[in-house]
């Protein structure tokens, strides 16, 4: 199983909005419902920010949103702040039933 | 409050094995499926499996077929994954994670054990 595809890096300025693209096949991202993103910061564990693609746990600013559109998933970060720099990992569930993530994409916060 | 607390880190030797626990505390520990992942140093996660906390059904990552088990007592509310005939590439910070919803979306991690291979 092949990790899903996203960019290395983005960046954007306070008070921007970004998007961080997940792109997987049919066999995974565009088969389910089950697409997830994940924040973290160095030398802690990943914090999950969004579940089965667009919703949002509890605790997690509503400045997140996900969605999906065929086999390509995006997270969305509207209003950015300093704190959100960090790296950004997907993950989807496959047909296999398994589980693949995301190469991950560094955040940086100019 | 939901915690997963994990074995202390390891070092071991290429050909060993290595075997990390996860203990759970504030929930009905045979409610939810635990998952474990890995990170080895500077790269990206990578899932290893999952187990059933309720019935200890278990899917792992092809790659590892045949070298990882996991388990889990329910006794004391503790997951385990062994991992077998260590390499150097599997040295790596693991994390358990309990599973939320669906299969892919862990809500709780651990603060992670790192294990590292070497000679």
């Known amino acids: 199983q092949s990790a899903l595809t996203q960019p290395a890096s983005v960046s954007g300025s306070p008070g921007q909005s970004i998007t961080i693209s997940c792109t997987g096949t049919?066999?995974?991202?565009?088969?389910?419902?089950?697409v997830s993103w994940y924040q973290q910061h160095p030398g802690k564990a990943p914090k999950l920010m969004i579940y089965d693609v667009s919703n949002r746990p509890s605790g997690v600013s509503n400045r997140f949103s996900g969605s999906k559109s065929g086999n390509t998933a995006s997270l969305t970060i509207s209003g950015l702040q300093a704190e959100d720099e960090g790296d950004y990992y997907c993950s989807s569930y496959t047909s296999s039933s398994t589980v693949v993530f995301g190469g991950g994409t560094k955040l940086t916060v100019l | 409050q939901v915690q997963l607390v994990q074995s202390g880190a390891e070092v071991k030797k290429p050909g060993a094995s290595v075997k990390v626990s996860c203990k759970a505390s504030?929930?009905?520990?045979?409610?939810?499926?635990i998952s474990w992942v890995r990170q080895a140093p500077g790269q990206g996660l990578e899932w290893m499996g999952w187990i059933s906390a309720y019935n200890g059904n278990t899917n792992y990552a092809q790659k590892l077929q045949g070298r990882v088990t996991m388990t889990t007592d329910t006794s004391t509310s503790t997951a385990y994954m062994e991992l077998r005939s260590l390499r150097s590439d599997d040295t790596a910070v693991y994390y358990c994670?309990?599973?939320?919803?669906?299969?892919?979306?862990?809500?709780?991690w651990g603060q992670g054990t790192l294990v590292t291979v070497s000679s």
């Open positions: 504030g929930y009905t520990f045979t409610s939810y499926a």
């Open positions: 049919s066999s995974d991202v565009g088969g389910y419902k089950y």
């Open positions: 994670a309990r599973i939320f919803s669906g299969y892919d979306s862990f809500d709780y």
